[in-house]
């Protein structure tokens, strides 16, 4: 019982932290430290990834719409819009596809710990303040995603993978990337919205199979503790993106640059005391 309390608070901090720009596996690397699972080390790294889905599945019901090109409401030129929305993040989504593969046993060996995390979270931090600051007076030449093109999308993906390194936030990334490229925070916050569906789900099968050809298995308990994590994942990812796609309506992304600098050094000094 205990350990699905302990999924039920993972649940929250991912949906909370995996679309504001703040590194959910950062702070699930974190969190590890102050509420341990009960389980094995091969259980937790699957567990971490695969609560993932439940934020997944929040994009796709709010984005539904948006993203269904045999919708019936839709007119002809709609759906090819929408299409062509799938295209391009689809084509965004390549980069991190190959990177992901051949990287992926590295990272999870070398770079899952609270130095790299700290890092990263003071490194992009810093640059959130310094790109907010640098685009201050300039106008955005891309407002709404179907404007994205092709070039603009891929660059947007390359952008992406700097998330390979935990505490980065793939979300920060892919719109720290987009305003880089002219896209307005708005525009730069649906596509990585958007982009998420598939590098997440594409993640989070790898974190499974994995964990399956290694003689895991999801009787008993921890089944339990996964679905808690995964449903209330789902609830919060769903209140925090309606609450983030509010905010960046009227305002940037520099108080989420500070939160990092200050978490980050919150850890480092933690961790040198402890």
Known sequence: MLDIIKAAILGVIEGITEFLPVSSTGHLILADQFIKLHQSTAFINMFNVTI???????????YFHKLNPFSPRKTLAERQATWQIWGKVIFAVLPSVVVGLLLNDWMDAHLMNWVVVAITLILYGILFILVENHNA???????TVPQISYRVAFLIGCFQLLSLVP????SGATILGGIFLGASRLASTEFSFLLAIPTMFGATLLKLLKFFMHGGTLAGEEGLILLTGIVVSFVTAYIAIKALLDYVKTNNFKPFGWYRIILGIIVILYFLIA
């Open 137 to 143: 007076a300039l106008t955005p030449t891309i407002s």
């Open 167 to 170: 505490g980065t936030s793939r």
């Open 52 to 62: 993932q889905l439940g934020a997944i599945l929040a994009v796709v019901i709010i």
